[in-house]
């Protein structure tokens, strides 16, 4: 009895934590017993060893008691000890099952991008990316969908100084061209990159976000442009998507339209 009392106890100072996080000026004890249907009495106590443990704080001049930084605390380690590949990986692997082409994912380091997991598929495909080969950004589709979502200061800057080099003859070289692209990217959410990089390789990708909202990284998938057709590009540009929005989510971003 004292084990499921405690535990009852826990969910409810569960319940009161987020109950407060959603009203910014905070909530009064009256406020949330009414809320989650138990006595004031209750709820001051719970509130009291949440104040004491730094969890929740109680403003001085109003009363009212509102989220305290010891959670800041708690989720900043959970953030620091958040790891891109392992967090990306279930998804990466849905990816190959689905599609059994070659999966990348990329981070974004001084203009460029760098693979930083490879997933190669079941189909055969000769491509030159390997795990820490850097790539550049103006030519891939993890590049543009990247670049689409970085400041505009700041893509100009890595296009002025890493240029534009033409790669195969499908390659973007011209800087007003790239920026529209850049606009179409993010009006879409995904990038694509048709041979423009490597002759005939296709690929697609979508932009990975972190808890703050910005742009960290991209996740592709690569094939022969003659598997890689208009057909089956449309069919999994939803759900790149899908997957970029819930890698990101697994990063601490909230979704909202980006």
């Not at 969910?11 to 000026?25: E, N, P």
Request: aromatic share 6%; with cysteine.
């Amino acid at each position: 009895m004292e084990r499921e009392n405690m535990v009852k106890s826990v969910s409810r100072a569960l319940d009161i934590i987020t109950l407060v996080s959603l009203k910014k000026g905070g909530l009064g004890v009256t406020e949330i017993a009414n809320q989650i249907d138990i006595n004031k009495s209750s709820v001051y106590r719970i509130l009291s060893t949440l104040v004491q443990y730094g969890y929740i704080e109680q403003d001085s001049e109003t009363g009212r008691y509102k989220l305290g930084y010891k959670l800041l605390e708690v989720s900043s380690k959970l953030l620091e000890s958040i790891d891109l590949r392992a967090e990306a990986r279930p998804y990466l692997q849905e990816l190959e099952n689905l599609t059994n082409e070659v999966i990348h994912l990329v981070v974004y380091d001084q203009g460029e991008v760098v693979y930083i997991e490879k997933l190669e598929g079941n189909e055969t495909l000769r491509m030159h990316s390997k795990v820490g080969k850097r790539a550049p950004m103006h030519c891939t589709s993890v590049g543009k969908a990247i670049l689409a979502y970085l400041p505009t200061n700041v893509v100009q800057d890595i296009l002025d100084r890493k240029g534009m080099p033409m790669n195969t003859d499908k390659t973007i070289t011209n800087k007003d061209n790239f920026l529209q692209e850049l606009i179409e990217v993010r009006k879409r959410g995904y990038a694509l990159d048709i041979e423009e990089n490597e002759y005939g390789i296709t690929c697609i990708a979508v932009p990975i976000f972190d808890h703050l909202g910005k742009v960290i990284a991209a996740v592709s998938i690569s094939g022969p442009t003659m598997r890689m057709t208009k057909e089956r590009m449309e069919q999994l540009q939803s759900q790149m998507i899908q997957i970029g929005k819930k890698i990101s989510k697994r990063l601490g971003f909230e979704s909202r339209v980006i």
